[in-house]
């Protein structure tokens, strides 16, 4: 199984990144996937999530209207469009299967 996040960098306040999360190793249809993040000194938290439809998805309450989620079941992809960036959306965001399995994560920097 690998989960490889990629798109993260450093982007400036009110700038937009796209990560993608390339699946591999299990039936990617069938999962939920979500993505998560975790600044330094802080708990890992989740960010937003989508069923293996894609016809379902929830966020949490401090990106709402800023990021969407979505996914491409044919390519085994997720994404995460982050829109309006904050500072304190800095951190490393996780990709993850069914809270299954992890991806090794990709920095993003929200910083002028």
């Known amino acids: 199984v690998q989960l490889v996040e990629s798109g993260g960098g450093l982007v400036q306040p009110g700038g937009s990144l796209r990560l993608s999360c390339a699946a591999s190793g299990f039936t990617f249809s069938s999962y939920v996937m979500s993505w998560y993040r975790q600044a330094p000194g802080k708990e890992r938290e989740l960010v937003a999530g989508i069923s293996n439809s894609g016809g379902n998805r929830n966020y949490a309450d401090f990106v709402k209207g800023r990021f969407t989620i979505s996914r491409d079941n044919a390519k085994n992809t997720v994404y995460l469009q982050m829109n309006s960036l904050k500072p304190e959306d800095t951190a490393v965001y996780y990709c993850?299967?069914?809270?299954?399995?992890w991806g090794q994560g990709t920095q993003v920097t929200v910083s002028s």
């Open positions: 993850n299967a069914g809270r299954k399995y």
